[in-house]
């Protein structure tokens, strides 16, 4: 995938190392929003930090384990889209999303895992998607209930973030799951 257009100035693209600077500054001037809910809100600290992470999903997509895409706002990168885990032999894989705070509300987040949904079923045979969240984090459950996820549980006390330990609410959509976008 070198673009693909979601419509409205709106592009979906691959997020690799040389995009290091624009993720660095993306992240940065959104850092109070995110922080409370991505780790890398956190790690990425300079363009160094973001570059690490843009090679380690390098890495990932080479092994077909993990893949990360930006979303460009009228060419400017106001978020993205992740595949933070993809494990092809178990046909299960988990999405990951972020936007800067003036991007948010218009859909973008939908349309972009739409996307990504549709090539990991269609095109890859997946047959789970996993939305991990946390529970506190209304924005996100809003998200994965608007495309159609099903809510699984939660897991009590299951990772840290910024020192804190947390509870993961588990979303999930299959491929055979009565959801129509899935197959347009
Ligand atoms: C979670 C997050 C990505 C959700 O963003 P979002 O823009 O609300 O998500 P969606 O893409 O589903 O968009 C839905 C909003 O766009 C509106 N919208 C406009 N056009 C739309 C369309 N064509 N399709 C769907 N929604 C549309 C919806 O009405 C909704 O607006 P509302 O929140 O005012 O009700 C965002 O809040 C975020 O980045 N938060 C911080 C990081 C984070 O928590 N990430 C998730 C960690 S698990």
Aim: proline residues 3%; hydrophobic residues 45%; contains cysteine.
């Amino acid at each position: 995938m070198l673009a693909y257009s979601l419509g409205d100035g709106v592009q979906l693209r691959d997020l690799e190392a040389w995009h290091a600077p624009e993720f660095f500054a993306a992240v940065d001037g959104a850092r109070d929003y995110l922080r409370p809910w991505i780790p890398f809100a956190t790690k990425v600290t300079d363009v160094v930090t973001a570059r690490e992470l843009l090679q380690r999903f390098a890495v990932f997509r080479a092994e077909d384990t993990g893949r990360m895409y930006g979303i460009w706002v009228d060419g400017k990168l106001c978020g993205g889209t992740l595949f933070k885990d993809f494990n092809a032999h178990m046909g299960v894989c988990e999405v990951g999303v972020w936007l800067v705070p003036e991007a948010a509300g218009r859909g973008l987040v939908n349309k972009a895992v739409k996307v990504m949904a549709r090539w990991a079923f269609q095109e890859r045979g997946m047959h789970r998607i996993e939305w991990l969240c946390d529970p506190a984090n209304e924005r996100s459950i809003a998200a994965a209930q608007r495309l159609g996820m099903t809510v699984e549980g939660v897991q009590r006390g299951s990772w840290m973030l910024n020192g804190e330990r947390k509870d993961t609410m588990v979303f999930a959509l299959l491929a055979t799951d009565p959801v129509t976008w899935i197959r347009d």
